[in-house]
């Protein structure tokens, strides 16, 4: 009998080793991915100063502003100290929740983003609902309707219609919105008016939400085709289970990794994409205080809007790797191999 042979039998059975669960690295990883997203923005956020051409001390003091107008404001601005002090003192700034104060309406930017942001939050997660409300279905339907290389007019008909909308620009569907509803039929007002209440409501949601809607459609309806084809979807067929609990219960679950990656990818997306949409319809909330912002060289809400919009975009995405984590564990890419 070998030494190692006689080792275990003295020191009898081992005992398992810890084991780790999988969601522990998962975390890890999606915090340290969660950390460098947030330094990136904060060293983007602070360069925009940099980057933009132009004096920001030119832009605050005006146009008709002496030499030294011009150099008083920018030591009040702190541009006159070296680089990495001014990224020190911005970094504190953010760390105390202080961003700032507005250049064109002299109160706090924090202020500006407390009165802008739910009115973008409000209109983006409504356009994502119905963006899947109404794609998912619709996808699953022409899916199954199509299958098998029946009804090839629908099929050609939601790929060209889809296929269209999706890629017509946000800014032109808007405008032929307030044409169509606001101008021509006056169902609805044209821009945002705190007199007409939930009724500006309607238009800019509809604009956010038809191209996403098109396209997640087109992603549902290809990926169902994929699932009406797996073996286990044809032995619910044989065992003759009824239509709508092999679609909803075997066929559904199965796209919704695909969907929810690419919902929010998109929902992440429309934060910023509310830029033009807020434009076209006077909407008050971050898009149109980054217009704003860019037009009167305000560089402090700029920076909070971008700082705000990329913050948001990253939540996003650690809320659906969580809920795709939850729905399939594989994705936590981890294992319970011991340590």
Known sequence: MSSELMAD???????????????????????GGLLVS?????????????????????????????????????TELGLDLPLWQQFADYVGGLLRGDLGNSFTWGVPVSTILANRLPFTISIALVAMAIVLVVAV?????????????????LDLGFGVVTGFLSSVPGYVIA????????????????????????ASFPLPIIALAIGPACTVARVVRREMSAVLEQDYIRTARGW??????????YALPNLLTTTLTL???ILAGMFGGTIVIESVFAWPGLGSGVIAGILN????????IVLVIG??????????????????????????DSL
Do not use: C, H
Request: glycine share 8%; charged share 15%; proline share 9%.
């Open 9 to 31: 039998e003295i020191a009898g059975p081992r005992r398992p080793r810890p084991t780790v669960s999988p969601w522990v690295g998962f975390a890890l990883r999606r915090a």
């Open 175 to 198: 405008t032929l919105l307030v044409v169509v509803f606001a101008i021509t039929l006056g169902i609805v007002p044209p821009a945002y008016s705190s007199q007409a209440g939930f």
């Open 311 to 336: 913050l948001l975009a990253t939540a996003v995405n650690l809320v659906v790797d969580i809920a795709l984590a939850l729905i399939d564990p594989r994705s936590l890419g981890g294992s319970n």
């Open 297 to 304: 060289r305000d560089y402090p809400v700029i920076q909070g």
């Open 263 to 265: 919902s929010g990818l």
């Open 137 to 153: 279905p619709l996808g699953m339907a022409v899916s199954v309707l199509t299958r098998g290389g029946r009804r090839k007019p």
């Open 240 to 249: 003759r289970l009824r239509p709508s609990r092999i679609y909803l219960r």
């Open 38 to 74: 947030v330094l990136v923005l904060v060293v983007v956020t602070f360069l925009i100063i940099q980057l933009i051409p132009g004096d920001p001390a030119l832009a605050v003091a005006g146009p008709d502003a002496s030499a030294a107008d011009v150099e008083r404001v920018r």
